[in-house]
């Protein structure tokens, strides 16, 4: 089971920060990719990043400037940071765990969290 | 990269049978596998189908999955209908990046 969870509103500017917390499994030696996804009212989903065994992360390339994503195995979390957020980052987030081994199967999905970027 | 091309809304009446459909843009549809996720109201979305045509765990064998070549397309197939089924249904493959199609409402009335 996966959650979300973070504040659901940021102010224009500064950063975005959300956490997963992952129960039914350790993160650590995983051999799941570690997702987070999200989608912007009425609009589609976008891949944001993964982060995979313990902590080698891949990005978006439209965000990848902005964008960490990191493993905390003491935790059982993992996070997303985006920083200097602007209201095109208003979005339900959702943190996904991929099939075993599979960077785009996303079997195991969090409930999702509504962050709002005031404009 | 590519893109996935859904119909916006399906409706159909309880009991019967529906087709989404989910149309590649370039490339063959069978490169990669395709996955078919239910988002509801209220509930974490789930996978409904993954690797083309196998069901996830828990998912009724009303619904199935399969990939056309000739049409370069995937589609996801509900048979007998329920209420329940009502829910938007994204298709979703891989090349250059991750794809997600626009999704597709179903409205079982």
């Not at chain 1, 994503?69 to 979390?77: C, E, G, L, M």
């Not at chain 2, 019967?16 to 395709?34: D, L």
């Not at chain 2, 298709?91 to 250059?96: H, I, L, P, T």
Request: proline content about 5%; overall charge neutral.
């Amino acid at each position: 089971r996966l959650q979300e969870s973070g504040p659901g509103l940021v102010k224009p500017s500064e950063t975005l920060s959300l956490i997963c917390s992952v129960s039914g499994g350790s993160i650590r030696h995983s051999s799941h990719y570690y997702t987070w996804i999200r989608q912007p009212p009425g609009k589609g989903l976008e891949w944001i990043g993964n982060v995979f065994d313990g902590g080698h992360a891949s990005y978006n390339p439209s965000l990848k400037s902005r964008l960490t994503i990191s493993v905390d195995t003491s935790a059982n979390q993992f996070s997303l940071k985006l920083t200097s957020v602007t209201a095109a980052d208003t979005a339900v987030y959702y943190c996904v765990r991929t099939a075993e081994w599979e960077v785009a199967d996303f079997r195991s999905w969090g409930q999702g969290t509504l962050v709002t970027v005031p404009s | 990269n590519f893109m996935l091309t859904q119909p916006h809304s399906v409706s159909e009446s309880p009991g019967k049978t529906v087709t989404i459909s989910c149309t590649r843009s370039s490339g063959s549809i069978a490169t990669r596998n395709v996955q078919w996720y239910q988002f509801r109201p209220g509930s974490p979305p789930t996978t409904v189908i993954y690797e083309n045509d196998h069901r996830a765990s828990g998912v009724p064998d009303r619904f199935s999955g399969s990939i056309d070549s000739s049409a370069n397309s995937a589609s996801l197939t509900i048979s007998g209908l329920k209420t329940e089924d009502e829910a938007v249904y994204y298709c979703q493959s891989y090349g250059a990046g991750v794809v997600f199609g626009g999704g597709t409402k179903l409205t079982v009335l």
